[in-house]
């Protein structure tokens, strides 16, 4: 197998810069942003896009598994630095540096929670600011459950303004837009830069009162990247102070809506606004396909290879040992009821992201099926023939290796291909924390409401799972002996 | 020579063996009898190494049997366990060699005595390629009993090597055992729990009953001299329906 260098692991090089982004099209579209100024500006770059969340991306960036992120000053307030209780938005800067991160100076659009109604509506009403509502007690709201339930939503907004609304709901995003759009709610919760806003002709109410925290796009990035690539840097910085709402908003309709390449639009924007001409990557269906199908390869064939090393013997030891066998089946029993988001994200801290955790989470989940199917297919071997083998006089080791293992071949092997159509599925979350995959498309499928995209991850997929049954299905005729195989005539 | 000295075994609660002392004479063969249950795989299962004494000392070949020399004497004797134990996996000629080839014994060696072999148990050379599924019951006796010979042990142990089939069968091979026996000059300990097999092959006899034996002697003797009524009934009951109808 021929393995793009790029795979093997994040290396912590020296040169280059590592650009990560959020698995949403706003944060995608920045990173998409941040990778062609760096490249503009003579930078190798890696770009990891759609990582899972939050902590994985501040826990690579401290790490320096990437060099620079898009982020917003509310979420390192309020989520990343919430033990420091920052009150000043001027302390951000020497917290952070104390940590090594740099933050930049905002791009210039405020990505907060709005308040919003349909343009016509709120024109009619002479609606600008959230207070305007007090005026009209019988509005009716439609709101997200998150936003019920958050310490800055509903109810201490309804406090803060003293809205006397009582028809307020709680209900889904897309529903919520549907309503607007029907009539049945007109009111309703956003973020100030949805694409929505401008597909559905909405305006976001002023938040008079500054309820809201302030959610400013800036890029967080590693002191180092200075001293390591200066003039990349420069151009990425360009960025700072250039992105109104506005642009944002257009840029987020244009992904979401018209379906346009993230590339594309960064790239546009770029020009546009700042006079630099970058280069896009193309990145047609086939280069895709290829690409995640090295990627999943990989991530199956080294993992399942090590867990097969691994558990064919752990399994043999449970069998041989009884109070060994009780501890290892435990253990791999145990790790196998870890939810594998959560072994991925575990993962992080100890192996930062890419290839390496999802192997090592991958191999993991893979013990128990081998582990358990080696053990019971010992075991369940009849005592005559264990004792017959004995009582011939041969030695343990050419006991285990000509009787034994060759009669529990065909439970080793049904534990194998369980264990590697399991690997295959699990394999797709690896693209959360950097690993690529089939599960990249699915990922952006999923943020840009794409089916033909999920399915561009999916199919192959499932048809690797297939492939993978087929080929331990053939394999049987070679693994399993002949006179094991005939009782089924 | 084999010899239990005090030998007891004990399964959780149930006396498989109370302490007894047997000894089995060179170049004799010895029938275990007895109801189900009774001991008599207990006893092989000692001698092999199966299974550890709870009291007492198992000599085989003039040595006591221990975890250093078990698997050297184990080569020196062959044992047909009650189900057979072929493997699965292997073919018949397979089966027969495994231990032989492990052992790196020269191959011109080793064909030879399959052809032996082969001939002495009756065994159709052009089955010895099928896997122990696609022969016949009978078929898979003589294939554990050419496994127990091929390293040509000195000492004998079959148990129950004749169960399960039928009476025409087990008639001819009970010919052809006695008269393998008899030519090779083997050490023999064969469990039966069928009287007329016993009398057929035993020079001598050791009746077995709840893991205590009840006597020791040839079939004339339990015939004549019972020592227990036990003996009696246990010989009566196994006279033939047939007798008793016609
Ligand atoms: N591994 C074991 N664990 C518990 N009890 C056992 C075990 N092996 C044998 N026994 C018991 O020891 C006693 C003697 O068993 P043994 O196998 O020697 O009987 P047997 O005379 O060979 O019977 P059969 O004619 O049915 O084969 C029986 O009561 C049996 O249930
Ligand atoms: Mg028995």
Known sequence: ????????????????????????????????????????????????????????????????????????????????????????????????AAKGIIMSDPLGFNNTYAIGMKEEVAERLKIKKISDLLKYPDLKFGLTSEFMNRGDGWPSLQKRYKLPQKNVRGIDHDLAYRGLEGGGIEVIDLYSTDAEIDYYNLRALEDDLNHFSNYNAVLLYRSNLKEIEPEALNEILNLQGQISENDMIKMNALVKIDGEPESEVASDFVRKKLSITTQPKKDTFLNRLGRNTLQHLFLVVVSLSAAIIISIPLGIWAYKSEKMGKAILGVVGIIQTIPSLALLVFMIPLLGIGATPAIVALFLYSLLPIVRNTYTGLHDIPSHIRESAEALGLSAFAKLRLIELPIASRSILAGIKTSAVINVGTATLGALIGAGGYGQPILTGIRLDNISLILQGAIPAAVLALLVQGLFDLSENFIVPKGLRLKEE | MIKLEKVSKEFGSTTALYQTTLEFLPQSTTVIIGPSGCGKSTILRLIIGLIKPDGGVVYVEGEVLDEDNLNFLRHKMGYVIQEGGLFPHLTAKENVLLMAKCLGNGRTEIEDRMVELCKLTKFPVDALDRYPVQISGGQRQRVSLMRALMLNPDILLLDEPLGALDPLVRFELQNDLREIFQRLGKTVIMVTHDIGEAGFFGDKIVLLKDGQIVQLGNITDLVNNPSDPFVTSFINAQRTRLESII
């Open chain 1, 1 to 96: 197998m021929i393995l793009h260098p790029s795979l093997i692991t994040i290396a912590n090089s020296e040169n280059g810069v590592k650009v990560g982004s959020k698995k949403f099209t706003e944060s995608v579209i920045l990173g998409e942003m941040v990778s062609q100024l760096a490249r503009s500006g003579g930078a190798d770059v890696r770009y990891l896009k759609e990582l899972g969340g939050t902590r994985v991306l501040w826990n690579s960036l401290l790490r320096g598994d990437i060099d620079i992120y898009p982020e917003y000053t509310g979420t390192i307030v309020e989520e990343i630095l919430a033990n420091e209780k920052i009150k000043v938005d001027k302390e951000l800067k020497s917290v952070l």
